[in-house]
């Protein structure tokens, strides 16, 4: 999938507004500075380093989510990942300590999810090309002819040679449904060994929030407006040291004759999923297992989703639907403020 410059304009500015947005929100206390790049592709990812921010940790970690990148993108030929798909059904390939972490979280949601999270996901994302200049409705045909490529148990991770398989020709992995929250954590670990306390990390869609507020009042963090415009929220979290993450339906998609079709596939039907969800954020400690976690609920839905949820400790979640209704786990301290949504409990 490769942006045309037109997309990556859009782009900027659409994920620019959510960032102003939790920007705004959170930062009562004014920051030290804060620096804003494209990376994954063109995702637009800011940086807030309150206190002690020095250019020499932003450089370094901006270079750690782009070494994250060539190793995880496959828009990148010479990525991990690119190597494993290329040599699908052919023979193991010997990856990075960053990629083999990853994937083998990402087997846990798979397996976790009972295949709702399927890194596996590779040939329908490319067939659908969801937000690419070649999106478009495949054929039942087309979908019927990949689907039994879509397996996660298919995938052979060997620790020892740290060797990943794909046992199928054909078969590719797709990370972009964990790797940012792996970054965002990678990103925090850098500025914890700076000695700097107080920091946002926004990787669109992925927030991790490090250290209190220097007046100990709780940060506030916008939940984007599903139906609304990029940028517009619908509510507001209040919240400790915490990482945000949400999937939705409005981040990547395209519309045909009246139906809206984005980016999160159902594994097994090879459809974007359509469950009555608008989208699910996920309130954790952990950014990878949050990111995991939001697009695994997402394809599960609400009823599987919850059950999943509630069985994890210090885990929450925010479930907007299509009828505006709004349901919460019970450990979420959030607000609505735009009085088209409703809270149910
Ligand atoms: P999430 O819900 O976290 O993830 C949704 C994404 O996961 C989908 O876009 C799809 O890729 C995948 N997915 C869909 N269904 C499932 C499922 N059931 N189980 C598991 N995964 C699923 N975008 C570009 O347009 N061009 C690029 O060159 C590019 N490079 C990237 C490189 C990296 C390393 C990463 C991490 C992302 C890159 N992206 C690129 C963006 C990527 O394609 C996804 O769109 C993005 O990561 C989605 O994140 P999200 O938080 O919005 O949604
Ligand atoms: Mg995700």
Not at 15 to 27: D, E, T
Request: aromatic content about 8%; glycine content about 8%.
């Amino acid at each position: 999938m490769v942006f045309s410059i037109h997309k990556i304009t859009h782009i900027f500015s659409r994920y620019l507004l959510i960032h102003s947005i939790l920007f705004s929100l959170a930062a009562c206390n004014s920051p030290e500075s804060s620096h804003t790049e494209l990376v994954f592709g063109g995702v637009v990812c800011t940086i807030t380093l309150f206190e002690q921010g020095k250019d020499s940790v932003y450089r370094d970690i901006f270079s750690r989510l782009r070494e994250i990148e060539n190793l995880m993108s496959v828009n990148i030929p010479s990525s991990d990942v690119s190597r494993i798909n290329a040599a699908a059904g052919v023979e193991p390939v010997q990856v990075h300590d960053d990629v083999l972490k990853v994937i083998e979280r990402a087997l846990y949601y798979a397996q976790l999810s009972g295949g709702a999270f399927d890194l596996s996901i590779g040939p329908l994302v490319s067939l659908w090309g969801i937000d690419s200049d070649n999106e478009r409705v495949p054929s039942q045909t087309e979908i019927d002819k990949v689907l039994p490529l879509i397996n996660w148990r298919n995938i052979e991770l060997e620790p020892q040679t740290k060797s990943i398989y794909l046992k199928n020709k054909g078969m590719s992995l797709d990370l972009g449904a964990i790797t940012k929250g792996y970054a965002a954590d990678e990103a925090a670990v850098i500025i914890k060994k700076a000695n700097i306390d107080r920091a946002i990390i926004d990787l669109s869609g992925n927030i991790l929030i490090l250290g209190e507020k220097k007046d100990k009042s709780l940060w506030k963090v916008g939940v984007q407006d599903p139906g609304g415009n990029r940028g517009s929220y619908m509510g507001i979290l209040q919240t400790t040291e915490i990482t945000v993450v949400t999937s939705g339906v409005y981040e990547r998609f395209f519309e045909e004759d009246g139906t809206r079709y984005h980016h999160i596939f159902s594994p097994s039907g090879g459809f974007p999923v359509n469950n009555g969800l608008l989208s699910v954020t996920i309130i954790a400690h952990n950014s990878m297992n949050a990111d995991a976690l939001s697009t695994a609920i997402f394809v599960l839905g609400y009823e599987k989703g919850i059950s999943l949820i509630e069985s994890l400790p210090e885990t929450e979640a925010i479930f907007i639907f299509e009828d505006y209704s709004v349901r919460k786990t019970t450990g979420v301290n959030f607000t609505i403020t735009d009085n088209s949504y409703r809270l149910i409990d």
